[in-house]
């Protein structure tokens, strides 16, 4: 979702014009538009407030007329507070068609049978070009329960002033140079944190241990076991307890939204920050000309780190009334046109064909790493390793202050707990 994003979190030829008639004079449903009539049939779909770019509901509204005459489309937005629940009702209930849901969220509503598998649709609604690491988190134990559609993830977020005082004159383009340039910003007098990164972001952590070619988690046999005291789990803690290192005043114990991050960098005495488009401070916070952006950098100059990706897919209900219509619905909302609204709108779409279409510094800065960043572990009960208290973040807080085998060990067995609990 986008906040979490929420989640977080990048994202492959897709048809544009999905009205335009083939040389068969047949429609993409297979039915001829001159003798077809949809009188009668409304299609509900949800979207998530913020979600949808301005001019992309008119638009997707006007090629679903074309596309089915006489069918009504009618698109709610509802918002993301209490939202889980209410989609459990729609679901059971049949009373909506079509529905956005964040992507870490997809595995769950999918195992209890509440969305259509349209993996056999896969192919007509471009699905051949989605990206793998964007379409993965719809894709549940080989089948595709939703198509992907926006996502976002973490840059570098700097102040050009107390960069330029420090005497950088370029991005880094790998770790060890950022960690020299961070040394360069925490000189500057009236600095107080070079980085400001709270001991509990672990969606930094989380893209530092892909990076290692870690995970959270991982399945052996038929049950699921935590990652973080691997190899890979230590290397990645190693760079960010280094990173951390660069927060004089971040509290270790707390996460980016306590105090929101996008607050303290706003006061102008913070030389940089890891955050999402919507952590920026606004103009008449901090002057839009005194931001830069760029992706955390890899160990070397040719990959950046790995990062969260956040973001929503599109899924059809298991019961709706009109799955003809809602297969059209996506396959217009992906088409090339509309999609590539949603990457005009600072988000990552869903393909990289349309990557040039992406507007706006930070999306920009943010496109590099997403090609190789990813999601959760897609498994139902990963919302289970989310609920407070969260293991990870405490096993951070842990790690900075105490013993880091005791602290993975600690939280390797909770996320093992809580992912193999029954639904």
């Known amino acids: 979702m986008k906040r979490q994003l929420i989640a977080a979190v990048g994202v492959a030829a897709m048809v544009v014009g999905v009205a335009a008639c083939g040389s068969d004079g047949k429609k993409e449903g297979g039915s001829s538009s001159a003798a077809k009539n949809y009188d009668g049939k409304t299609l509900t779909v949800w979207l998530m407030d913020g979600s949808a770019p301005k001019g992309w509901e008119d638009s997707v509204k006007a090629d679903f007329a074309a596309a ?51 993996t056999k649709d896969k192919a007509d609604l471009g699905g051949a070009d989605w ?17 992907p559609w926006y996502f976002t993830n973490r840059v570098v977020t700097y102040n050009k002033d107390i960069w330029t005082k420090a005497g950088i004159a370029a991005p880094p383009k790998t770790l060890d140079e950022l960690y020299q340039d961070l040394d360069k910003v925490k000189a500057v007098p009236g600095v107080n944190d070079a980085l400001y990164m709270p001991g509990q972001e672990w969606y930094v952590y989380f893209g530092l241990l892909q ?52 607050d303290v960098f706003a006061k102008g005495d913070i030389g940089t920050i890891i955050g999402l488009g919507w952590e920026v401070p606004k103009p008449e916070e901090l ?71 992406v507007t706006g510094d930070f999306a920009k800065a943010a496109l590099p790493a997403s090609a190789n960043g990813a999601t959760t572990p897609n498994v139902p009960t990963w919302t289970n390793v989310e609920n407070e208290p969260n293991p990870i973040k405490d096993f951070l807080t842990s790690a900075l202050t105490g013993d880091y085998a005791a602290a993975a060990k600690k939280a390797d067995d909770e996320i093992a707990k809580r992912l193999n609990q029954k639904q």
């Open 68 to 118: 089915y005459p006489g069918a009504k489309l009618e698109i709610q937005t509802q918002k993301w507070n209490g939202i889980g629940q209410k989609v459990t009702a729609a679901l059971s209930e049949g009373s909506v068609d079509v529905l956005e849901i964040g992507n870490t969220q997809t595995a769950g509503y999918a195992a209890t049978g509440g969305l259509l598998d349209i």
């Open 131 to 147: 990206a793998a690491n964007l379409s993965e988190s719809s894709i549940i134990e080989g089948k595709q329960y939703a198509a």
């Open 211 to 262: 990076s290692e070619g870690g995970k959270l988690a991982k399945k052996e046999g038929d049950k699921w076991v935590g990652g973080l005291s691997s190899p890979e789990g230590q290397k990645a803690f190693e760079t960010y307890k280094k990173l951390q290192g660069y927060s004089a005043t971040a509290p270790k114990d707390k996460d980016e939204a306590t105090p929101q991050q996008k």
């Open 287 to 357: 002057a839009a000309d005194k931001i830069g952006y760029f992706a955390l950098p890899g160990k070397t100059a040719d990959k950046p780190s790995s990062v969260f990706l956040g973001g929503s897919n599109l899924a059809i209900a298991q019961q709706s009334k009109n799955p003809e219509l809602a297969k059209g619905f996506l396959k217009i909302a992906m088409s090339d046109k509309n999609e590539g609204m949603v990457a005009s709108s600072g988000l990552i779409p869903n393909k990289v064909a349309l990557n040039d279409k």
